[in-house]
């Protein structure tokens, strides 16, 4: 990461994952892979007595941010050259990240 985005980062780093998906309660937990940190709570109807699929779902959409957010900076950096770095295995490479983050997003989502 450089220093510029080091400066204007605001949110915890990644990588993050879910936890706490099928236990007793009406919410699922989002946390710092490495920490254990929690990040967001994911808050579901309280008469449920475990997170349903869809809270479930979100928890894994929000976990997989910091994911895209730095996929999203590797397409513009590939967008923005001006072609000598841009070479088709980058292209693939990137392409296939992509596909891999939106499989698991997907298969959070019930595979969509």
Do not use: F
């Not at 000598?84 to 292209?91: I, K, V």
């Amino acid at each position: 990461m450089t220093t510029r985005e080091e400066a204007t980062r605001t949110h915890t780093p990644g990588p993050w994952e879910t936890a706490d998906l099928h236990v007793k309660g009406n919410y699922a937990r989002v946390v710092n892979a490495t920490t254990g940190e929690t990040i967001a709570i994911v808050v579901d109807d309280p008469c449920n007595l475990t997170p349903s699929a869809e809270a479930q779902a979100n928890a894994r959409l929000i976990a997989a941010a910091p994911d895209m957010l730095a996929l999203l900076r590797r397409i513009m950096a590939c967008l923005s050259k001006d072609g000598r770095h841009n070479s088709e295995e980058r292209q693939k490479d990137i392409a296939q990240e992509a596909r891999a983050l939106i499989a698991r997003i997907d298969r959070a989502e019930g595979g969509r």
